[in-house]
């Protein structure tokens, strides 16, 4: 099992990243909440990853830290949640609001995530109370806010490719084609994101209940 990769960023398509490591390049799948944390093209990085094997396909998932990947373990263990659904989830929330919600019994927090409807929702709640209870959370500073101007990874992109970029992540998430033609159209008008990440941070924030 791939625990661990520790090597260039030679690639970034959210939410897929390509890490090569001594010559071997390893395509991951990773949550835009620890793509938002990723250096510049070129940079070195370390990611934990988590190897998912399926009838149809081996996958390798990476996140930014340990509690990432230790809750997307626990997500993927709840009826009804394979890795896409936890990887959409962890995409759109923060472990720590997440597990928040999930222990103050806010299901509808949860409804607006594609993939997610009422049901499971309520059954993220019921199945994930008592693994998270000891789970402590922190009022940190949420990385996402500040990602943007301490990562410049991503200089040169047109408009038009960062829009298409941001859709390209949102649907690979889960979102309907137009569902995410329309945030991504709406949030570019409202704000002046210099990064696809940026953009897809508000786009999925959006989405959000407050």
Same mark, same amino acid.
């Given at each position: ?24 390049? $390893? ?8 793509? $938002? ?137 889960? $979102? ?35």
């Amino acid at each position: 099992m791939i625990g661990r990769l520790t090597g260039v960023l030679a690639e970034k398509q959210p939410p897929f990243l390509l890490i090569d490591v001594n010559g071997v390049g $390893y395509e991951v799948q990773a949550p835009m909440t620890s793509i $938002y944390q990723l250096p510049a093209l070129g940079e070195r990085v370390t990611l934990f990853t988590h190897f998912s094997v399926s009838e149809n396909a081996q996958q390798l998932f990476a996140f930014k830290d340990k509690d990432d990947r230790l809750l997307f373990r626990h997500l993927i263990k709840v009826s009804g949640v394979g890795p896409k659904l936890g990887l959409a989830i962890l995409s759109g929330m923060e472990a720590n609001e997440f597990v928040q919600a999930v222990l103050n019994g806010e299901s509808t927090r949860l409804v607006k995530i594609p993939g997610v409807g009422k049901k499971t929702a309520e059954r993220l709640v019921v199945e994930m109370q008592d693994r998270l209870k000891d789970w402590s959370v922190a009022p940190t500073e949420s990385s996402q806010d500040t990602s943007a101007s301490e990562n410049p990874g991503q200089q040169g992109l047109s408009q038009n490719d960062m829009i298409a970029e941001a859709e390209s992540a949102l649907v690979a998430l889960g $979102y309907k084609p137009t569902e995410a033609a329309k945030v991504i159209a709406r949030v570019s008008k409202e704000h002046t994101p210099s990064r696809s990440e940026e953009l897809i941070r508000l786009a999925l924030k959006s989405m959000l209940p407050a």
